[in-house]
């Protein structure tokens, strides 16, 4: 693995750093920045001196931001601007956000910078009047963490967002939480294990990430005002492949979002990872320790990869899920399903899904197949580059598939 290069690709073209995995990022940042948080100029800002790769660099400007606009909301709650404050709030809560991307779990800043995002975002929230619940869904003897955002004792269409191996659930309020409560709808929004800060709970990634699933539509039906007849969801990257687990043994389920489906992760790993998944067990670690060297940001991913799974060391990660991560039926699969697909997206990945659109044609379950250009500035995967393009395919798609009239809550800032 050499200096500039990625674990996964994903993306087709580079805009601000050479270090494709850091570009990446910069592009989760800015086309976060159309939703909520920090604004694109001042994502820029943070990073204004930083050096290519390096994520000391990415750290300092993301908590240098995340300081500033703390102080800022402050001065604007003693001015009597709470809007405006909690808008500043919630750039803080996610500059913090882009800094635990670089940090590594068992770093002094790891713990301290999570709590305090959480602490913002959901203050800044509250400040704008978005109904945002934390929540703990019972999972065996310990419990994951979320929000649930509720409009109203009336029947509305749920969506349960599910995140990959990158997110938090605080990342989840902006892939559909925000905006799919600006259309009316409910949002379910949980770290499953393995994301977020569970495996400080000791709950890491598991073969069967449905059952995770199950809990969440269970707390659904006991604490929802009203017990949804509409349930969605949502899985982006690794979400993929879990939505794909829950979707085919959950009858609750009546509609399929995924960027992108995947049915078989073991071969994702295979193919997308490359030589680092081929790679015996003693090669790879003496890798990593090069790539420590030249390409700090990739080890510290590798690092929390590992950390994610509850173990050490990133070659088991990979054999783990080669060995132990089951293939979808997907032809269990009956509901309306719409798949979204970047341009930059890795070659398995697209095989995949194209797998599964041509089986739902073949059976005829309604299925579309949404692909995202370049020239749309979506090439990013799970369109992270243009969230906002995203948001009105998925919410024109829902209510269309569950006969959803949003009202006036569209016109909600």
């Known amino acids: 693995m050499k200096e500039n290069e990625a674990i996964l690709a994903r993306q087709k073209i580079k805009t601000r750093f050479k270090n494709p995995d850091m570009d990446f990022m910069f592009n989760w940042a800015v086309g976060m920045s159309q939703i909520v948080g920090m604004s694109a100029s001042q994502i820029f800002y943070a990073l204004r001196n930083i050096k290519d790769g390096d994520p000391r660099g990415w750290r300092d400007g993301f908590t240098w931001q995340a300081q500033a606009l703390i102080e800022q909301a402050k001065t604007l709650l003693d001015s009597e601007q709470p809007i405006a404050a909690g808008q500043a709030y919630l750039g803080a809560a996610y500059a913090y956000r882009s800094a635990l991307q670089y940090t590594s779990p068992k770093s002094g800043e790891f713990l301290n910078w999570a709590c305090t995002m959480e602490r913002y975002f959901q203050e800044g929230s509250r400040l704008l009047g978005v109904p945002l619940c934390p929540i703990e869904v019972p999972f065996g003897d310990k419990t994951l963490a979320g929000y649930y955002l509720e409009h109203d004792d009336k029947p509305r269409p749920v969506v349960i967002m599910v995140g990959g191996g990158d997110t938090y659930r605080e990342d989840l309020f902006y892939f559909a939480g925000y905006p799919g409560w600006k259309r009316g709808y409910n949002v379910l929004m949980v770290d499953l294990p393995g994301q977020g800060l569970m495996p400080n709970r000791g709950i890491t990634f598991q073969p069967d990430m449905a059952a995770a699933v199950h809990a969440e539509i269970a707390w659904l039906e006991s604490n929802a005002a009203v017990k949804p007849e509409q349930i969605a969801i949502y899985g982006v990257s690794g979400g993929g492949y879990i939505t794909a687990q829950a979707v085919a043994v959950a009858p609750r389920i009546k509609a399929w979002i995924a960027a992108t489906p995947i049915y078989d992760l073991g071969t994702v790993m295979a193919r997308e990872m490359g030589a680092a998944a081929a790679a015996p ?60 697909v970047s341009e930059g997206e890795g070659p398995e990945l697209q095989r995949q899904t194209e797998d599964i659109a041509a089986d739902f044609r073949k059976r005829g379950i309604p299925v579309t197949v949404r692909h995202f250009t370049a020239a749309e500035g979506a090439d990013g995967h799970c369109q992270l580059n243009n969230l906002r393009l995203a948001h009105m395919v998925i919410f024109d798609w829902l209510d269309r598939i569950f006969a959803h009239d949003s009202g006036d809550v569209r016109l909600r800032a």
């Open 281 to 340: 067990a003693w090669v790879l670690k003496a890798v990593m320790k090069l790539v420590g060297a030249l390409n700090e940001s990739a080890a510290i991913n590798v690092e929390k990869y590992a950390w994610q799974f509850g173990t050490t060391d990133f070659k088991i990660v990979i054999e783990g899920v080669q060995q132990q991560a089951p293939v979808v039926d997907y032809t269990r699969i009956n509901v309306p399903s719409l798949f979204l």
